[in-house]
């Protein structure tokens, strides 16, 4: 019912940054402004996690610890986007970054929360 397709990652030097893009497409036909969209990434040999949400109107988002004051997500419902701009880029944020949404409101950035997953893109920080 609603695929998602990431665009943006890349390789870049520590302190660089990024701009991430996610195109909603939306079989059902519900409005793209029905649903809570997140970014979450995963790293080799790890669990994936959440990084940003932003609630349907765009009106609040909420990041993880790793994320605020370095991210920022934000949404465009007239495109069917929503985005994700990366600063200050460390290594350690070096990971496969998917995209996430969740028809409703937003119930907190877990996994579970999710329900329509992207294939992500890659982001890779060199030191």
């Known amino acids: 019912q609603v695929q998602l397709v990431e665009s943006g990652g890349g390789s870049v030097q520590g302190g660089g940054s990024l701009r991430l893009s996610c195109a909603a497409s939306?079989?059902?036909?519900?409005?793209?402004?029905?649903?809570?969209m997140g970014w979450f990434r995963q790293a080799p040999g790890k669990d994936r996690e959440g990084v940003a949400l932003?609630?349907?109107?765009?009106?609040?988002?909420h990041y993880a610890d790793s994320a605020k004051g370095r991210f920022t997500i934000s949404r465009d419902n007239a495109k069917n986007e929503v985005y994700l701009e990366m600063y200050s880029l460390k290594p350690e944020d070096t990971a496969m970054y998917y995209c996430?949404?969740?028809?409703?409101?937003?119930?907190?950035?877990?996994?579970?929360?999710?329900?329509?997953w992207g294939q992500g893109t890659q982001v890779s920080v060199s030191a």
């Open positions: 996430a949404a969740r028809r409703g409101s937003c119930m907190g950035l877990a996994v579970t929360a999710f329900h329509y």
């Open positions: 939306l079989a059902s036909g519900d409005p793209f402004s029905y649903y809570c």
């Open positions: 932003v609630f349907t109107d765009g009106s609040y988002a």
